[in-house]
């Protein structure tokens, strides 16, 4: 039996595929301008999953798709640098938005090279990934991935709205992280269903399994954020706290609790007045009402929400790695 996680044996199907998309990558991040060179290979050198490319190869895979291989940039190849470029954009000026000090275990590109690099890189990622999708031609691909740029952004938006704000309701917490992050999973799946003219029934199925896995991958990032090793993340532990965003955990933590535990959360989270002992005592009121396992629980009720909307598509490997990955997303430590 393959001893491989699961990511790595997706990356290992898809290698040819993953090549020449990381070499797409490389080659459309290039600039005359200087500046821009250099901020692409900061992020390069920084590596990723890929995860949301990935996920756009493996789909347009699953439905069937194939190409010549004197095809320099095959459909799903070019669709799924667009969406990477689109990712890490929206990494770029998240990173200036919230004053990160780290991405991916390394300086994040505002330490390196100022907020405003970092937010022109990412409006050229932005411009290049549209450049992309022009190439492409297709006015549904475009629809797709332009809704989930725009998505995205009322996604970060609503989560300024309702930071510091304990009254937030699990609802509207939903609302942020389908905007923030599972929106772009669904666009990811769906246009490699439409590189490979498959049916509409087909296009939905795997939007549902994009949009069901990015809903589970924001609430394990959360989960995260008060229980992994720094290390092991790549990003400082306890940022969301810090700032007083508005978690799955936060708000288990702040049902749960009694009138005292009530007047710690408002004072660290509403009125972010916090201390250096805060945060472990954060820790500890959210491993006293089990905060992180309910986390953890719903993030494998939408992981499984994600396998039950392909069931219908052909048994064999790649099929097996779609329902692999989603459990994988919610038992991993970074």
């Not at 290992?12 to 290979?41: F, G, H, K, P």
Request: net charge negative; glycine share 6%; charged share 25%.
């Amino acid at each position: 039996m393959d001893k491989k996680e699961p990511l790595q044996r997706l990356l290992d199907y898809l290698d040819e595929d993953m090549t020449l998309c990381n070499r797409v990558i490389m080659d459309r991040m290039q600039s005359s301008v200087e500046l821009v060179s250099q901020l692409a290979a900061h992020l390069i050198v920084a590596g990723g999953k890929r995860l949301r490319p990935l996920l756009t190869l493996a789909s347009a895979r699953l439905c069937g798709y194939e190409y010549s291989p004197d095809d320099v940039m095959p459909r799903h190849v070019r669709l799924a640098t667009c969406i990477e470029f689109l990712h890490t954009a929206t990494l770029l000026h998240d990173d200036v938005v919230d004053e990160s000090l780290l991405r991916r275990g390394a300086e994040s590109a505002n330490v390196v090279f100022g907020n405003a690099a970092s937010v022109l890189g990412g409006d050229f990622l932005f411009s290049r990934a549209f450049q992309i999708m022009t190439e492409d031609g297709s006015l549904e691909v475009m629809r797709i991935i332009s809704q989930a740029s725009a998505t995205i952004a009322e996604g970060e938006l609503l989560q300024m709205t309702i930071q510091n704000d304990l009254s937030t309701s699990i609802v509207r917490y939903y609302e942020v992280i389908y905007g923030k992050t599972a929106a772009l999973f669904a666009a990811s799946c769906r246009v490699g269903a439409i590189v490979a003219e498959r049916s509409l029934k087909e296009e939905e199925a795997l939007e549902a399994y994009g949009l069901n896995l990015g809903m589970a991958f924001q609430l394990v990032d959360d989960a995260l954020d008060y229980s992994a090793n720094q290390e092991e993340l790549g990003k400082t532990v306890g940022d969301d706290f810090r700032e007083g965003k508005i978690t799955y955990p936060i708000l288990i933590a702040y049902q749960q609790a009694d009138a005292e535990e009530k007047k710690f959360w408002e004072r660290v989270i509403e009125a972010c007045d916090q201390n250096e002992d805060d945060l472990k005592h954060a820790l500890f009121l959210i491993h006293k009402h089990q905060a992180l396992e309910a986390t953890l629980q719903e993030a494998m009720n939408f992981a499984n929400k994600a396998c039950d909307a392909i069931r219908f598509f052909p048994e064999g490997e790649l099929h097996s790695l779609f329902e692999d990955i989603a459990r994988y997303t919610v038992n991993r430590h970074f």
